[in-house]
């Protein structure tokens, strides 16, 4: 009987906030249980990110310079980032409509020779408006040599204004959540216990793809509980 080798995927992410751990925690449970070999490389900044930024000021500040894809720099990687791997996820946040600056710095850093001829899948977190996050950085990777197949992306499911309103407010070290008007439409920062399900069933499903050597980019991650259409909401908020 011949042995087939198990799958080994390579994640390499960037959590302010805990948003993005949040969903790989699951994702990476998922592709576990298809018998998938999962390393995780955080990226660590060189001068640790506060977060909350602590004022409004401190929190317009920083959306002028991720706007602008402001690099943060970063500790070097790890030599686990040096084996072979049959797939590498790249997941980190939204920052201003751009990649963060952690990953900017990586792929400037370290782009041509991590990334070159490696397939690459993205995992966004975000607020809502992901597509301009998704189209730079997905110009940077291939002008690194990747292949991206595929993304999965996770936006708040709290309808709008509420969900720019409320971000900006936590970000900026209030509890909009706990306001008695906000709170009637902001609820909850970030993502939803059915979203971190579905990022479990994202794995699961990418996981036993891989293993039986189906093409990834047929794989739909497009999911309503993984992009928020302005609060089509699939369950109630917990």
Sequence with gaps: MEITAAKKILIICYSLSGQTSNLLARLTSGLESAGVTV????LRPLKPLRFPFGSIRATVRMMLLTFFRKRIS???????????????????????????GPVLSLIDRDGSTLLANRPVITLISCRGYWRM?????????????ATVVNRIVFTHPSREPWRTLGVFL??????????????????????????LDEADRFGAMLGQALTRGKDLA?????????????GNRQSPRC
Excluded: M, V
């Excluded at 996050?133 to 040599?145: D, E």
């Excluded at 047929?218 to 302005?230: K, V, Y």
């Design 39 to 42: 390393i995780i490389e955080r």
């Design 170 to 195: 936590k970000l900026a070290g209030r509890s909009p959540e706990r306001s008695r008007f906000i709170g009637r439409y902001y609820p909850r920062y970030g993502h939803e216990k059915n979203q």
């Design 218 to 230: 047929a794989l739909n991650f497009q999911t309503p509980l993984a992009i928020s259409r302005g």
């Design 133 to 145: 996050h998704w189209l730079g950085l997905r110009a940077l990777l291939q002008k690194n040599g």
């Design 74 to 100: 970063i500790a070097p990687l790890s030599d686990k980032c040096k084996g072979r791997y049959d797939l590498i996820i790249l997941a980190g946040p939204t920052w201003s409509y751009q990649p963060s």
